[in-house]
């Protein structure tokens, strides 16, 4: 679950990125955003000195800066950064990276939906199950996999709160209840 912190400033971001005018592409951001998470999370030194208070915002900035140099951070993204830092939020950096998806998602129209499958699924099951679960949720859908092989077969795919359960464990659980039902 994401903090009401941390979505608050994931749709400030959003609301720069997204703006009438902004030349900057979303998809990049969200990239950028990932890279320097990944830095960040990377290295327990670092962790301990963004969040320290002995550390000078300033030298944090410094050390940021010369860090992000490398990927090719935008402005946008470099500034928001040092916002971040600045707050004392580096330690919510990674909800505040999952924030902004969820709320760019929202803004372009694109509906997160999470699809567990027994085993790993060819590029054409994806394509298909993003077609399908696109129809039924009436929005562009935007799939995460994962295999799940308790499943035994199947998928099972959840869009928010509603479960597509497609699994041949799904259909023995729902076999078992009939079957007890009578």
Known sequence: MLSVVSTRYARALVDVVTAPGSNIDPVQVLSQLRAVQDLIHGS???QHALASPAVAPSRKRAVMRRLMEPLGVVDKVRNFVYV???HRRGHEFASIVD???AVLDERLG???AEVRSATALTDGQ???LEAQVSRLAGKKAKLKFSSDPALIGGVVARVGSTVYDGSVR???E???TRLGAG
Do not use: N, S, T, Y
């Open 84 to 86: 971040v830092i600045d």
């Open 110 to 112: 694109f509906v997160a």
């Open 126 to 128: 994806r394509a298909q």
């Open 170 to 172: 799904g259909q023995l």
């Open 99 to 101: 924030a902004f998806e």
């Open 44 to 46: 327990d030194i670092l």
């Open 174 to 176: 729902r076999l078992r």
